[in-house]
């Protein structure tokens, strides 16, 4: 075998898709069961191919419909890459700047706003509150672009345009209108005929438009789907995912107008990675530079990089980008290594709310590609690489600490340790903390668990520059000490994640 053709095989991965000794469907399973996930649908995509789509579970419970390619799921904040996408396409057509306010297109707009620029809207830096914090708000009603409008239009901006970054709805609700304005088409209809239509993508649409999508009426036999058998539209449907609340009941369907540019798009996992193949290439948006305006990140007044755009976040590892979160009910993710030796994508798609897939999907990537893993081991440590320097993360975690009255017992500062002794290390900082309320309790069953605490987070600078977050995962700990099922022992794992979560993160998802 030439060197060329070890060198392509290695870029394709290998059929052995496993990851630290596991397959990416006991990882999957073991997930689902642990966030109690009704169903979910994978997508794999080594560029070009997607050699991997898989369901798991039931994408509606109550109806026992099976997870599928097929099945479509709310995109959530992923809907935010489409509207990106419809400004830069206008923007290469040259009807829109990026760099002028978006009042040079959408008139009248309140005073406060009239200096926003779109580039600012897609960076989420301008300062507009969310309109879906306000009262009144309702995700189940049709709006009008002035209803919400209206709904913030009275409210001061939270910092002057361009000085901060916080994720608000109100920005993309304000792009999609300047793409309405500027085309003089229905903002969906933009979407639909530039994106949808030029993809060839047959699960993809707007939450009000999922009528069309033709689905069993499981009431009418005591089998589950028999119509397949003499109507052909039924064979491999294109069903909609459903997810219930506690109560029993399911969550009502969202108006795609109450989250225009925002989460208005439902896809099938299959669908979002063609897209995010046509986004990575020059299919949707043609030049490299005008891509790039999509994944740039955002410099601050005070020269501190917020690294995200257009609900994408940036890190240092292969070029890895991230885009995810949720809405009422359902969960989205859609990871990707842009790194040119191993373009590998991952999306996962779920039933439940507030799920964050950011280690799992590390984990499926990184049994395709063993470039692609974190390195250290993810079966004894909580991991998650961070946006944001070692320095600026612990500052994070501090600031939430003491949001939560949680005291820091110490703070070890390993690299300046290092260079007092003449040495040299990358940022290492160990954050020890805790609640001896909590902790007490513990060490009334075992005192010997003593060892282990206080809790303790350490962020890391790696080789790469990359930032990580870690914490040893609190089951496998107290479990030697035969402590593992009791009940502070999952409100700890809970705070760290959250507390992780939230550090490594831009937008919350």
């Not at 993809?199 to 397949?228: C, M, N, P, R, W």
């Not at 069903?239 to 009941?249: I, K, L, P, R």
């Not at 069953?445 to 870690?470: F, N, R």
């Not at 030697?480 to 979560?501: F, T, W």
């Amino acid at each position: 075998m030439n060197t060329r053709e070890h060198t392509e095989m290695k870029m394709r991965g290998s059929a052995d898709v496993s990851y630290l000794g596991r397959t990416v469907d006991e990882m999957v399973w073991e997930f689902m069961e642990e966030q109690e996930i009704p169903g979910l649908t994978l997508a794999i995509v080594q560029a070009p191919y997607i050699p991997r789509v898989v369901g798991y579970g039931f994408s509606d419970a109550g109806q026992k419909r099976l997870a599928s390619v097929n099945t479509l799921w709310p995109a959530g904040p992923i809907s935010q890459g489409y509207a990106a996408v419809a400004v830069m396409q206008l923007y290469e057509e040259g009807s829109v700047e990026l760099d002028v306010p978006a009042a040079e297109y959408v008139d009248p707009l309140p005073e406060q706003w009239k200096s926003i620029t779109v580039r600012q809207l897609l960076h989420h830096a301008s300062g507009l509150a969310d309109y879906r914090k306000q009262e009144g708000f309702s995700l189940t009603r049709e709006w009008t672009f002035e209803e919400l409008m209206g709904l913030t239009a009275d409210l001061p901006l939270q910092f002057e345009p361009g000085t901060e970054v916080a994720q608000s709805a109100t920005n993309f609700l304000l792009l999609t209108e300047v793409v309405e304005r500027v085309s003089k088409m229905a903002y969906q209809e933009f979407v639909r005929k530039n994106q949808f239509e030029l993809l060839g993508l047959k699960h993809t649409s707007f939450s009000d438009g999922l009528s069309a999508f033709h689905q069993e009426d499981l009431s009418l036999s005591e089998y589950v789907h028999q119509i397949f058998k003499t109507d052909g539209r039924y064979i491999d449907p294109a069903e909609t995912a459903v997810s219930y609340q506690s109560d029993g009941s399911a969550f009502p369907q969202m108006h795609s107008s109450a989250l225009r540019g925002f989460g208005d798009v439902w896809a099938s996992a299959q669908d979002i990675s063609f897209w995010d193949i046509g986004l990575a290439g020059g299919v949707l948006i043609k030049k490299p530079e005008d891509r790039a305006v999509v994944y740039a990140s955002w410099t601050l007044p005070d020269g501190r990089t917020v690294p995200g755009s257009a609900g994408w976040q940036f890190y240092h590892h292969r070029g890895l980008m991230d885009i995810k979160g949720s809405v009422p009910g359902f969960s989205s993710f859609l990871s990707r290594f842009t790194h040119p030796e191993e373009l590998v994508c991952v999306t996962l798609m779920a039933n439940k709310e507030g799920v964050d897939f950011t280690n799992l999907g590390r984990k499926i990537a990184g049994a395709f590609g063993d470039l692609l893993s974190t390195n250290y081991d993810d079966t004894r440590l909580f991991l998650m690489e961070g946006q944001f320097s070692a320095d600026e993360t612990v500052n994070r975690l501090e600031k939430q600490l003491n949001a939560l009255d949680i005291p820091v017992f110490a703070k070890f500062d390993h690299a300046g340790n290092a260079a007092e002794a003449g040495l040299e290390l990358r940022p290492t900082t160990v954050l020890v903390f805790g609640a001896p309320k909590v902790g007490t309790g513990l060490m009334q069953a075992d005192q010997s668990i003593a060892l282990e605490l206080p809790l303790k987070i350490a962020v890391w600078e790696d080789e790469a520059g990359s930032t990580w977050l870690a914490f040893p995962k609190m089951k496998p700990v107290a479990e030697e000490y035969s402590l593992g099922d009791h009940p502070v022992i999952g409100n700890m794992q809970k705070l760290l994640e959250r507390l992780v979560k939230k550090a490594a993160n831009l937008y919350e998802s």
